[in-house]
Nanobody, 120 residues
């Protein structure tokens, strides 16, 4: 059974940084694409960042240059480093496993989410 557990969320000031972690069990982060989604209050979920099994990274325009997705295969963990945070980044962040075809990421398994709040 595939399980994903996010951690690292919290309250941070604008301009600050957070690193989210996603511990995966029942699968291997090195074998599949991994994607971070977020859901701001009152809005739909949006795809933030993807790393493929081949190590190709893709980001939403809204976070490009500020967020970095990475993985530690030995720890079977995926990370989302978030820098220069803005109030608009406030959301519940979800880790997912999935597949990527022609740059189209399809999530299959979801974590429970972790809250990120950017506020003064």
């Amino acid at each position: 059974q595939v399980q994903l557990v996010e951690s690292g969320g919290g309250l941070v000031q604008p301009g600050g940084s957070l690193r989210l972690s996603c511990a995966v069990s029942g699968s291997f982060v090195s074998s599949y694409s991994m994607g971070w989604y977020r859901q701001p209050p009152g809005k739909q979920r949006e795809l933030v960042a993807v790393i493929t099994s081949g190590g190709v990274r893709n980001y939403a325009d809204s976070v490009k240059g500020r967020f970095t997705i990475s993985r530690d295969n030995a720890k079977n963990t995926v990370y989302l480093q978030m820098n220069s945070l803005k109030a608009e980044d406030t959301a519940v962040y979800y880790c997912t496993t999935g597949t990527t075809y022609y740059s189209d990421y399809v999530p299959r398994y979801w974590g429970q989410g972790t809250q990120v709040t950017v506020s003064s």
